[in-house]
């Protein structure tokens, strides 16, 4: 199927061009790096903001989506530790989006059946968005299928950084000759709350046609699919969500090893 999406005034062909097989596995952990929302914005000669503000409703979609397709994870990278660069006017604006976001969606996200979750550093938002956040992760508490995970004022860097200083401090009165092990990194990071088979993505996908991982999950990723496509996030859609599973059912996952076939041979 060919799908067009406006980029800078022209159409840039998209193609959705990998079947989605419902009954081939869907990969238990997505992350999205939602990128393109001010360039859509752009295009349509509006204000960054109102990029965001769609983007929140393409946010809706694909959370819906995902937990009826049988996703356990799905990680949203929703705001970075670098993106407190931009202006004051558009910051201000996306610390207010979890507030609009969880006020009108947390009885969709009841009737689902998701739980949220945010990583991140999160004591250093304005006090109205941690308030939101608290709240949601409350109300949906008790929920049992979808976990949704929002990364919010999350970077890798320091994330990992924190890690090894709380590992440091934990297993330096414990012992001289402290061990440190990969089980016990994997613990410390902002994705331990995960049980261990769910904290490394099966699949990154990446919006708006940059091919870049921009400070997400570094030490998660090491061997997840990637996948990237031009569409902007606010015109990403549950077609092109089954299009990157379609892309990752035909991946073959070696993981350093061989292909099943090739081990036979
Ligand atoms: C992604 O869209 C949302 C955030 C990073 C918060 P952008 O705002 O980065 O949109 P572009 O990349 O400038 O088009
Ligand atoms: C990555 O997008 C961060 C989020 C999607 C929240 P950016 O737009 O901030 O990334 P760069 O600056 O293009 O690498
Ligand atoms: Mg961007």
Redesign the pocket.
């Known amino acids: 199927m060919l799908r067009f999406f406006p980029q800078k005034d022209k159409y840039i062909k998209e193609a959705a061009e990998h079947p989605f097989d419902a009954a081939l596995p869907v990969p238990k952990h997505i992350a999205i ?3 393109g929302n001010g360039r859509w914005a752009q295009n349509r000669r509006l204000p960054r903001v109102a990029g965001h503000k769609e983007g929140m409703e393409t946010v809706k979609k694909i959370t819906t989506h995902a937990s009826r397709l049988g996703v356990n994870v799905l990680t949203l ?4 530790t ?2 407190w660069k931009r202006p004051n006017e558009e910051v201000d604006y996306l610390m207010q989006l979890p507030v609009d976001f969880f006020d009108t969606f947390v009885p969709e996200l009841i009737k689902e059946n998701v739980k949220v979750h945010v990583m991140g550093f999160t004591e250093s938002l304005p006090v109205h968005t941690q308030e939101a956040v608290r709240n949601a992760i409350e109300q949906t508490k008790g929920n049992t299928g979808m976990v949704l995970n929002f ?1 919010l004022n999350y970077g890798s860097r320091a994330e990992m950084l924190q890690a090894v200083q709380s590992l440091y401090k934990e297993i330096s009165v414990e012992s001289e000759q402290p061990e440190i092990t990969e089980e016990m990194i994997d613990q410390h990071l902002m994705t331990g709350f995960l049980p261990a088979d769910l904290r490394d993505p099966e699949l990154v996908i990446r919006t708006s046609g ?1 091919e ?1 991982i ?1 400070n ?1 999950l570094l030490w998660q990723i090491a061997y997840s699919e990637l996948f990237f496509t031009k569409a902007l996030w606010p015109d990403f859609d549950p077609v092109l969500l089954e299009d990157a599973i379609g892309s990752f059912q035909q991946r073959n996952r070696r993981f350093g090893g061989l292909k099943p076939k090739e081990e036979e041979e």
């Open positions: 790096i939602m990128d990278y929703a705001f970075s670098e993106n990364a940059e870049r921009s997400f």
